[in-house]
């Protein structure tokens, strides 16, 4: 039973910066490129970054320059540093493991953490 647990997220002011933390179980970690989604209330879940199993990253557009993805294999952990967050950062944050070439989730979905960016 693969288990993926999202945490770190809460409210924070246009501009500030969160780190969210993504901890893995039940599978061989090291192996699988893993991705951080979010969904917004009325719109779809979108892949917001991606990092291999070899450490190559992918961003959105509308986070380049902003986030960071990173893993560290030997904690089973996947991180997102947000920094200069906006407004429209403002959503559920999931993470999940990706198939290679689709980038296509592989496991079920978690509780995700709740990200609010708000005056």
């Known amino acids: 039973q693969v288990q993926l647990v999202e945490s770190g997220g809460g409210l924070v002011q246009p501009g500030g910066s969160l780190r969210l933390s993504c901890a893995a179980s039940?599978?061989?970690?090291?192996?699988?490129?893993m991705g951080w989604y979010r969904q917004a209330p009325g719109k779809q879940r979108e892949l917001v970054a991606s990092?291999?199993?070899?450490?190559?990253?992918n961003y959105a557009v509308s986070v380049k320059g902003r986030f960071t993805i990173s893993r560290d294999n030997a904690k089973k952990t996947v991180y997102l540093q947000m920094n200069s967050l906006k407004p429209e950062d403002t959503a559920v944050y999931y993470c999940?493991?990706?198939?290679?070439?689709?980038?296509?989730?592989?496991?079920?979905w978690g509780q995700g953490t709740q990200v609010t960016v708000s005056s």
């Open positions: 999940n493991a990706l198939r290679r070439v689709t980038e296509t989730p592989i496991g079920s």
């Open positions: 039940g599978m061989i970690f090291s192996i699988y490129a």
């Open positions: 990092i291999t199993s070899v450490g190559s990253t």
